[in-house]
């Protein structure tokens, strides 16, 4: 049984402590820095220890996982994790005034769930139900809030001020963290953890060759990316926007 208003203790502390972390170990930067990253000394430093983690321990695992997963059972598990996203991303979008988006997002939850095996099969997709997956940061960028200063958060990586904020928030609409059962609810968890690395192997081997300075291309990567989403809403006519000229625009309709 699970509890949509129940987040993971260690997840909800751990974020919500993040920002006020940042703030109290970042010291003055020079005048070359990025003025949406003023906290990069401190932001450098847990880049370092996540990339130390991943290079330790998630990448190699993700690895393993790849090479002896079967394609169709990590299509599955993709599937699954999607498909509970899908429920979050109709909330989001009923909070951000899109009703196609959260009936779509809401019927393709409600298809896979019932007739493709609680998700495993994505028959939505076959029907032509398109997904949008959207998030509480987004939520609050719909809705006029500013993204703040950028941050690296302890093994989630890349955020920002609003969007740590958000993920707080978004614990709570994970059925996941939210199962009662500890046993499952951990390793499910790790099952996300390493399918999602998996996915992204490519990815990161990319970003190595290519990549002078790989804290900074994430960096900007990220900011722009998620500031084109909320620009994409400002363009269609939907939300206040938070008043950053963003560059480019993103659907934010992506599998």
Not at 16 to 31: E, M, N, Q, V, Y
Not at 182 to 208: C, K, Y
Not at 240 to 245: H, K
Request: proline share 7%.
């Amino acid at each position: 049984m699970t509890h949509l208003h129940k987040p993971p203790a260690a997840t909800a502390k751990a974020v919500a402590l993040a920002p006020l972390l940042a703030l109290l170990s970042a010291c003055a930067t020079g005048p070359d820095a990025n003025p949406r990253d003023p906290l990069e000394p401190f932001n450098r430093g847990v880049y370092q220890f996540n990339d130390a983690v991943d290079t330790a321990v998630l990448k190699p695992v993700a690895t393993v996982y790849q090479d002896v997963t079967p394609s169709p059972m990590r299509t599955g598990v993709g599937n699954f994790f999607g498909n509970l996203g899908d429920l979050w991303s109709s909330v989001n979008a009923g909070l951000q005034l899109r009703p196609r988006e959260a009936t779509e997002n809401l019927m393709r939850f409600s298809v896979n769930t019932v007739l493709g095996l609680g998700g495993v099969l994505d028959l939505a997709s076959e029907m032509g139900i398109p997904r949008t997956r959207l998030d509480f940061g987004q939520t609050l960028g719909f809705w006029g809030a500013p993204s703040g200063a950028y941050l690296v958060l302890p093994v989630f990586g890349p955020s920002s001020v609003r969007d740590g904020t958000g993920l707080v928030i978004d614990s709570y609409g994970d059925p996941v963290g939210g199962m009662d059962h500890v046993p499952s609810r951990n390793s499910l968890t790790a099952l996300r953890v390493v399918d999602t690395r998996a996915g992204f192997l490519r990815a990161s081997s990319l970003l190595e060759d290519a990549a002078l300075d790989k804290y900074s291309f994430t960096r900007d990567l990220y900011l722009n990316r998620r500031q084109s989403q909320v620009d994409d809403m400002i363009d269609r006519g939907i939300g206040l926007g938070d008043g950053w000229e963003g560059d480019g625009a993103d659907t934010n309709r992506n599998d």
